[in-house]
Each structure stands twice: as C-alpha cells, then as structure tokens.
Nanobody, 117 residues
Framework: QVQLVESGGGMVQAGGSLRLSCVAS????????MGWYRQAPGKQRELVAV???????DYGESVKGRFTISRDNVKSTVYLQMNSLKPEDTAVYYC???????????WGQGTQVTVSS
C-alpha cells in the first residue's frame, strides 16, 4: 500500500500562482504515472497533468501553457506549479499514482484550490 500526501493548496486571486506537492510513502519500481487530477463541485474528475518516471508528460487542455508538472523520483514527489490561475481552476486537486505492471492506482486525500475573481 502507498499513501500519497498532498500539500500547497489554498486560496488565491485570479492571475496568481500556487504550487502543489505530493509525496508518496515509498518508492515503487517499474513504469508508473504520477500526477494530478481535479474535481469541481458537480463535475467529473478530470486530468490536470501526469508525468512518467522518465519525464513523459500529459496535460489537460484547459491548463496547457499555465501549469507545469515536475517530478523528483528520488524523493518520490511530484509538483504542480500553477500560474495565471483562473476562477474555473477552483477544485479539489487529487494526487494520483498509477502503475501498469504491476497494476495499481492510488489517490491522495485531496487539497482544495480556490481562485477568486
């Protein structure tokens, strides 16, 4: 079992920046994706950004050019730098760690990000 602990959420005005961090409780070998999803009230959970251990990234369309994901494999940590935040970025942001072989899928408890206009 792996625990994911997020930090860095909060409230910011539109145009501002926040940085989220997520630490995994242990290192997991093999190919995996670590990153972020978000869920706003009344909406489905959606991809924000994920990164493989080798540095391959995937971003949700609405955050491209504004958010940057990075990963420190030694520290089992993933970061999300969020710039030019908009009110529509308001959501609970969840850290995710997903493996293929072996298969696993872990979620953090979520951290609230609120962007005021």
């Amino acid at each position: 079992q792996v625990q994911l602990v997020e930090s860095g959420g909060g409230m910011v005005q539109a145009g501002g920046s926040l940085r989220l961090s997520c630490v995994a409780s242990r290192v997991i070998s093999g190919f995996n994706l670590m990153g972020w999803y978000r869920q706003a009230p009344g909406k489905q959970r959606e991809l924000v950004a994920v990164m493989s251990g080798g540095g391959i990234t995937d971003y949700g369309e609405s955050v491209k050019g504004r958010f940057t994901i990075s990963r420190d494999n030694v520290k089992s940590t993933v970061y999300l730098q969020m710039n030019s935040l908009k009110p529509e970025d308001t959501a609970v942001y969840y850290c995710n760690l997903k493996g293929v072989r072996p298969s696993y899928n872990y979620w953090g408890q979520g951290t609230q990000v609120t962007v005021s206009s």
